[in-house]
């Protein structure tokens, strides 16, 4: 199976600061990674696909790139409803998997 | 509108069995992938199962053996039928959609509001 591992786990962030979350894959997964929002209490939302594609609805502060073994969310901006827990998912080859996630806290 | 709805969650013994199902509203569940992922109370998310739209499936190790996932074309509902459950199984169990565009997968696009799956004695 295909592992990935995230970085950092944990986040302390303000209001207006550029946060970037790391995934890192156990082997090539080219650009078969998503990115997943989610807040406290709710269901996940898709962020990103296809390692860099914007999700229909999701506002142009998320990106993603990255391609191979190492790929990066950035928010660049952080906004109150952004405080949250990120996760990354591999779309190479099932069974599908995620990296352990991220939270994103108030620093 | 494009929705999962979950039910069938509660509280079971170890050893013992639930089934849980998802009924789609919005799209065909017969023509997609669906998988089923979850989440143990304060972890991460973990992938469970997938069925794809011509009828496979395939199993996370963890549970291979004991779940088996299902759908009924008809009344376009999946379900997650959960044997022998143990304690690591206590998780929120979300059904959902596995897009793809042009043969590859872009993510899990619809997501059920989940449900609670507790097993203890």
């Known amino acids: 199976d295909i592992q990935l591992t995230q970085s950092p786990s944990f986040q302390s962030a303000s209001v207006g600061e550029r946060v970037t979350i790391t995934c890192r894959a156990s082997?090539?997964?080219?650009?078969?990674l998503a990115w997943y929002q989610q807040q406290p209490g709710k269901v996940p939302k898709l962020l990103i696909y296809?390692?860099?594609t914007l999700q229909s609805g999701v506002p142009s502060r998320f990106t993603g790139s990255g391609s191979g073994t190492e790929f990066t969310l950035t928010i660049s901006s952080l906004q109150p409803e952004d405080f949250a827990s990120y996760y990354c998912?591999?779309?190479?080859?099932?069974?599908?998997?995620f990296g352990q996630g991220t939270k994103v806290d108030v620093k | 509108e494009v929705q999962l709805v979950e039910s069938g969650g509660g509280l079971v013994q170890p050893g013992g069995s639930l089934r849980l199902s998802c009924a789609a509203s919005?799209?065909?569940?017969?023509?997609?992938?669906m998988s089923w992922v979850r989440q143990a109370p304060g972890k991460g998310l973990e992938w469970v199962s997938v069925?794809?739209?011509?009828?496979?499936?395939y199993y996370a190790d963890s549970v291979r053996g004991r779940f088996s996932i299902s759908r009924h074309n008809s009344r376009n509902t999946l379900f997650l039928q959960m044997n022998s459950l143990r304690a690591e199984d206590t998780a929120v169990y979300y059904c959902?959609?596995?897009?793809?565009?042009?043969?590859?997968?872009?993510?899990?696009?619809?997501w059920g509001q989940g449900a609670t799956v507790i097993v203890s004695s």
């Open positions: 296809a390692a860099s």
């Open positions: 069925i794809y739209s011509g009828g496979g499936t």
């Open positions: 919005g799209f065909t569940v017969s023509t997609n992938y």
């Open positions: 959902a959609r596995d897009s793809f565009l042009r043969g590859l997968a872009r993510g899990m696009d619809v």
């Open positions: 082997q090539d997964i080219t650009s078969n």
């Open positions: 998912q591999q779309l190479d080859s099932y069974p599908w998997t």
